[in-house]
């Protein structure tokens, strides 16, 4: 598989300054990591800062990396809101994104509700409560590639347009497309059908996941936390252990 990133391009001390270490980071799991060197975001992370008064500043945000114009590697954080921000919408639209579905529409609108700015598409990222937005040529550029590979029609053109997820069988074998602003086209195939495809759209954490610095927890809650292994508690070693024998009885 071809990077946008190499694994030694990763901006650590940008990252570090934000309270995640290189141990966090390489602690993540793999496809998690090969996501974000794919130019993918990362997962909702724990972060602090130290404001000017002194003060520690905790928050929870994506990130992702960007290459700059001096092919040097920076980061775009995006941070968990506590709801939201839905104002250019108008009920249609609203309903439609907190339902799951891509929309087509602007980026702001007047006083009286004219739609203005870029034309885009929109999508709702649940675990940071972001509006993910991407330009309608580049994805309609993505959708009409994906029309001359696989030679779909004007009615299935326009479904994937509409943000549905479309079903087609290539060499006898069901693939499901749709588009989902988080992956890095901004459109996502999977092998199987619309269920498989939305399933693969949420990782699936584990209460624990062990790296080999510390481990990565997710509570009740979704939240995802790092814990050092000097600071494990009884239950995480205990945890380990069984995970250890599962894995060597494999």
Not at 133 to 154: A, E, K
Request: aromatic letters at 8%; proline letters at 4%.
């Amino acid at each position: 598989m071809i990077y946008n990133f190499d694994e030694n391009e990763m901006p650590y001390g940008i990252l570090e300054r934000f309270g995640l270490t290189q141990e966090m980071i390489e602690d993540l799991p793999t496809d998690i990591l090969q996501n974000i060197l794919n130019g993918r975001h990362s997962p909702v992370l724990p972060v602090h800062i130290i404001a000017d008064n002194g003060e520690e500043v905790k928050a929870r945000t994506r990130f992702c990396l960007v290459r700059t114009p001096e092919s040097n590697v920076d980061v775009l954080f995006f941070p968990k809101l506590d709801e939201y921000d839905l104002k250019v919408f108008n009920e249609q639209q609203k309903q439609n994104l907190l339902a799951g579905k891509p929309i087509i529409g602007h980026l702001e609108s007047n006083e009286t509700g004219h739609e203005l700015g870029t034309k885009c598409f929109f999508q709702l990222d649940q675990d940071s409560k972001q509006v993910l937005s991407v330009p309608t040529p580049v994805i309609g550029r993505n959708i009409q590639y994906l029309t001359d590979r696989y030679h779909l029609t004007s009615t299935e053109m326009q479904k994937l347009q509409n943000g549905e997820i479309l079903s087609i069988i290539e060499d006898d074998d069901e693939i499901s497309i749709g588009i989902d602003l988080n992956s890095n086209t901004g459109i996502r195939l999977s092998a199987g059908n619309e269920q498989v495809w939305r399933r693969e759209a949420k990782r699936e954490w584990d209460k624990y996941n062990f790296g080999i610095f510390g481990c990565w927890t997710m509570d009740e809650n979704g939240n995802l936390d790092y814990i050092h292994e000097e600071d494990y508690s009884e239950e995480i070693w205990n945890e380990q252990k069984k995970q250890g024998m599962r894995m060597m009885q494999r």
